[in-house]
């Protein structure tokens, strides 16, 4: 958690959502948005089914759900699905959230930071077969670099960044 707070902070306010698929129990990512919202100058909130997405906002999935995108047919924005399915290993999944974002967006960047086994992974391929971006932390500066590793593996990172560079790379990117 604090390395994604690392990441965030000397960003300041984007010019698009960010969704966060931490791997967290049902009990803590509420606490884990309110921090983030506290320490941030962008809005932080954890995602409620049906929940419109706004250019700025940050959104972490709740825990023990996936959370994944979808295209209001209206608005044409971006609204949020919570659910316990698909059945993945892990909930909140990143697969679930990169594939719905190879569905539904114009263009996404992905993040793969530090964390335990393969998530991220093969719906990162989704993404990468689009030809947007994949980012995976630098394996050696991670806690546990099992999720980077994979996507690496994998052939679906376009950069394999330190968490300052990665930074910098969304800042040029998506900042405001």
């Not at 698929?21 to 509420?30: I, P, R, S």
């Not at 995602?47 to 047919?73: H, S, T, Y």
């Not at 998530?119 to 689009?130: F, I």
């Amino acid at each position: 958690p604090k390395l994604i707070m690392d990441l965030l902070a000397p960003m300041g306010k984007l010019a698009c959502p960010v969704v966060i698929a931490q791997h967290m129990g049902a009990d803590f990512t509420a606490g884990f948005a309110s921090y983030l919202q506290g320490k941030l100058s962008s809005d932080v909130c954890e995602g409620k089914n049906r929940q419109l997405l706004e250019n700025g906002q940050i959104v972490v999935a709740p825990g023990g759900m996936n959370l994944a995108l979808k295209r209001d047919r209206l608005s044409r924005q971006f609204r949020i699905r919570v659910s316990h399915e698909p059945d993945v290993h892990v909930r909140p999944s990143v697969d679930v959230l990169f594939e719905s974002a190879s569905l539904c967006a114009d263009y996404a960047v992905g993040l793969v930071l530090t964390g335990m086994g393969i998530d991220g992974s093969v719906g990162g391929k989704a993404m990468a077969n689009k030809d947007w971006p994949i980012l995976a932390q630098s394996p050696d500066t991670c806690i546990v670099d099992g999720m980077p590793k994979a996507s690496i593996k994998a052939g679906i990172v376009s950069k394999v960044l330190s968490l300052q560079d990665m930074g910098e790379w969304l800042n040029n990117a998506v900042g405001e």
